[in-house]
């Protein structure tokens, strides 16, 4: 388990790769209120090497899922 690694209210767009590699693809189709488990591993050329390489479970618990609308491109638009 990663010791002390909390965040709360945190806002996640899938597919940025903000996070460690798997913890996005593990909540894709998750929906609101819904709690998830990951198990992931840490990259070996994680910046902090106590973690680097090492696995770690995460409880997410999904407040809220969106979808960004791209405006209609017409003529209003241009």
């Given at each position: 388990?990663?010791a002390g690694?909390?965040?709360?209210?945190?806002?996640?767009?899938?597919?940025?790769?903000?996070m460690?590699?798997?913890?996005?693809?593990g909540?894709?189709?998750?929906?609101a209120?819904?709690?998830?488990?990951?198990?992931?591993?840490?990259?070996?050329?994680?910046?902090?090497?106590?973690?680097?390489?090492?696995a770690?479970?995460f409880?997410?618990t999904?407040?809220?899922?969106?979808?960004?609308?791209?405006?209609?491109l017409?003529e209003?638009?241009?």
């Amino acid at each position: 388990m990663f010791a002390g690694g909390s965040a709360t209210g945190t806002q996640l767009v899938l597919g940025s790769g903000r996070m460690i590699p798997g913890f996005e693809d593990g909540l894709v189709g998750a929906k609101a209120g819904e709690e998830r488990v990951l198990n992931v591993t840490f990259p070996e050329d994680y910046q902090n090497l106590e973690l680097a390489g090492k696995a770690a479970e995460f409880t997410v618990t999904v407040n809220s899922v969106s979808e960004a609308k791209l405006p209609e491109l017409n003529e209003a638009f241009f």
